[in-house]
């Protein structure tokens, strides 16, 4: 039976379910033309703050199963440090746009500063393998990386090769990182749930 705190707390699947919904709404909503940058930057960045309430929804269960290490805190506050800084800066570059001459200096600069939070996001991974003892962690953590190496590879390849014969739209190369940490999230996430840890 289910107490009432577990009841008012919601589970890592909800958080997991709407940041994907409204990642597949913004991107159909891009691809069709209905909305134009810098709109879908912005949409895409205000939806990583899901990731905070999820991110603690999946510790609370990690935490309640007593499958918390070390290396786990660490890696958890790494990426969601770098998550938000990677929101911060799309919201910021996506703003500031309308504003700047294009092909300027600091149009170029704009570019770049969301590519360094998602550097720290792969750093904060590739920290966490380093640093995790627990083998059966790590190995979950390499799989949940693989599958979202597996999505990213699936849907550039498959959306290249219809974009090639003109039957899709281009899409900018920007989409790959969300797709990889949506793929990596998602397997996370699932081997949390079939792992059977407290809810």
Avoid: C
């Avoid at 577990?6 to 919904?21: D, R, S, T, V, Y």
């Avoid at 699932?190 to 407290?198: I, M, P, Q």
Wanted: hydrophobic share 60%; net charge positive; charged share 10%.
């Amino acid at each position: 039976m289910m107490t009432q705190a577990a009841i008012a707390k919601p589970k890592p699947g909800l958080w997991a379910g709407l940041f994907l919904a409204n990642m597949a709404i913004i991107a159909a909503l891009f691809i069709t033309g209905a909305i134009e940058p810098p709109a879908p930057y912005l949409l895409f960045a205000l939806n990583f703050a899901l990731l905070l309430p999820l991110g603690k929804a999946l510790l609370r269960r990690q935490v309640e199963a007593g499958a918390v290490t070390t290396a786990v805190r660490r890696y958890n506050r790494r990426f969601l440090t770098a998550s938000l800084l990677y929101s911060a800066a799309m919201l910021g570059a996506g703003a500031a746009t309308n504003y700047i001459a294009p092909h300027s200096p600091l149009m170029w600069a704009l570019a770049i500063l969301p590519i360094l939070p998602a550097f720290g996001m792969i750093w904060a991974m590739m920290r966490y393998l380093a640093e995790e003892t627990d083998e059966y962690q790590r190995h979950r953590a390499i799989n949940a990386a693989m599958v979202g190496l597996a999505l990213v590879l699936a849907l550039g390849t498959g959306w290249g090769f219809l974009e090639t014969f003109g039957l899709v739209p281009h899409v900018w190369a920007w989409w790959v990182f969300p797709a990889w940490a949506v793929g990596l999230g998602v397997s996370m996430a699932w081997s949390e749930l079939r792992s059977g840890g407290a809810a």
